[in-house]
C-alpha cells in the first residue's frame, strides 16, 4: 500500500487531501479524505457547532430513555397481575383510606422504603405497584419484583435454592417490590432457612440505605413471631 500526502494548489482554499493507493486498484477506487486547513484541527468549535453537539446528543438521550421505558414498562407489565394495573383511586371503597394510599403514591426514591400494612382490599398492592410504575418507568429507576404466593408455590414445588438464588442476585437493586410479604408459615419446614436468608437481606439492603416496597397483612406482632426481634 502506498501512502501520498498531496498538497492543493489553490492558495485561497489550502487542502491536504490524503490518497491510499493499492497496486492494481483503479482510480475511481481511492478513498480520499480532505482537511481545509491544519487549523481545523486544532481551532475551538464555534458556538453553533457546540449547540447543533449538543442537540445531538440530547436527541441519542431521549432515543435510549424511550426505549429503556419500554423496556421497564414491559417489565412491569410481566410481574403485575393484570387487575392490580390500574386502579380507580376515587372508588367510594377506597376512600376511607385515600390519605395512606396518597403516602405510598408520593413516595419518592430514597433509602426509606414503604411498608404498606392493612387487610385486603384496601389499597396496598395497587398503590405499590403504582407508585413502581413511576418510579422504574418515568424515573428510570431499576425495580425488582417478588410477590409472596409465587414465591410459596416455587419453593413447594422446586426447594428452596432457586428462589435462595434470585434473592441473591437482586440484592443490590435500587428498590425492591415485595408483593404479599410474610405469609411464609405455608413453606413448612424450609420456613427457618428462608427467614434467615430474608433477615441477611433486609439488614444487607438497610445497611446501604436501598429501599423496599412492601404489601402486607402482617403487622408488627406478626414480623416479631417471624422473625424474633
Known sequence: MEHRLIEDSNPAAPRVALNSLAKGTPSHGVDELQIDSYSDLLRKPTSQEIEEDNRRIAEIKAERDLYARKIARKYWEGAVAERLRETDWKDPRLLPYRRQIDVVLGWKHGPKGVYAVGRSGRGKSRSIYATALRIAVSELVPVEYLLQ?????????????????????????????????????????????????????????????LPFLISSNARDCDLIEIFGR
Not at 428462589?163 to 437482586?170: A, E, T, V
Not at 417490590?177 to 405455608?186: E, L, Q, Y
Open 149 to 209: 404466593t409465587e414465591i410459596t408455590r416455587e419453593i413447594n414445588r422446586d426447594g428452596v435454592g432457586g428462589f435462595l438464588d434470585k434473592m441473591n442476585s437482586i440484592r443490590r437493586a435500587p428498590v425492591i417490590v415485595w408483593d404479599d410479604f410474610g405469609k411464609f408459615a405455608a413453606i413448612g419446614s424450609r420456613e427457618d432457612l428462608l427467614v434467615s436468608e430474608i433477615e441477611a437481606l433486609f439488614d444487607f439492603r438497610f445497611s446501604r440505605g
